[in-house]
Structures are given as structure tokens and as C-alpha cells.
């Protein structure tokens, strides 16, 4: 199982970036996926959330109406539209796969990719 994030970087307050998580190694559209976000010191927070079949969303209420999460189950790809980036969006963006079957409960993270907002 493979979980690659990519699209993180440095933008400035107002800017925008867009992540992608591309996954291998299981069942993609079968697995809700999330988007977790970690700044120092702080716990990993949920940030954005999207159905296996990409029907519904839900988000944070810190990036509501800024972030928009979606989906390309061909593709096996998870992405996160940011825009309108605070400092305070800064931290260490992940990847999530949750799986709920009647076998058991599957959980697969990424390694992370690096969002800095900063002037």
C-alpha cells in the first residue's frame, strides 16, 4: 500500500496550492479518503473528508469555503484545492485512506508534504 502526497511548498498569505495523493496497493474507490494536517506542536487534525464514491463532503469549519477536497477514482487520486492560504494553514499535510468492511478496519497514511504560508 502506497500513499504519495505531492503539490506541498511555500505561498504566500492569499495564494493557493493544490495536493494530490496518489494511492496504490488496494481497493482506491472502495476507501473514504481524508486530509489530516499537523502543525508543531499541535495534534493532527481532520481538515477535509470525501465519501469512496465522492457523493459527500465535509470539512473543518477553519477551511470551509477556502479548501475543497475531491476525488478521481479512475485516476486513484485524492486531491485538496487550497485556496485563500493563512499563516495559520501551515503544517504538515497527510494523506488518509479509511476502509470499513465486514473483515475488519483498514487505515493507510503518507508520509506527509510540507504547506508553508509565510509573506
Known amino acids: 500500500v502506497l500513499l504519495v502526497e505531492t503539490g506541498g511548498g511555500l505561498v504566500q498569505p492569499g495564494g493557493s496550492l493544490r495536493l494530490s495523493c496518489e494511492a496504490s496497493g488496494f481497493i482506491f474507490r472502495s476507501y473514504a479518503m481524508n486530509w489530516y494536517r499537523q502543525a508543531p506542536g499541535k495534534e493532527r487534525e481532520l481538515v477535509a473528508a470525501?465519501?469512496?464514491?465522492?457523493?459527500?463532503?465535509n470539512y473543518a469549519d477553519s477551511v470551509k469555503g477556502r479548501f475543497t477536497i475531491s476525488r478521481d477514482n479512475v485516476k486513484s487520486t485524492v486531491y485538496l484545492q487550497m485556496n485563500s492560504l493563512k499563516p495559520e494553514d501551515t503544517a504538515v499535510y497527510y494523506c488518509?485512506?479509511?476502509?470499513?468492511?465486514?473483515?475488519?478496519?483498514?487505515?493507510?497514511w503518507g508520509q506527509g508534504t510540507q504547506v508553508t504560508v509565510s509573506s
Open positions: 488518509n485512506a479509511r476502509g470499513r468492511f465486514a473483515v475488519g478496519d483498514y487505515d493507510y
Open positions: 470525501i465519501t469512496s464514491t465522492g457523493t459527500s463532503t
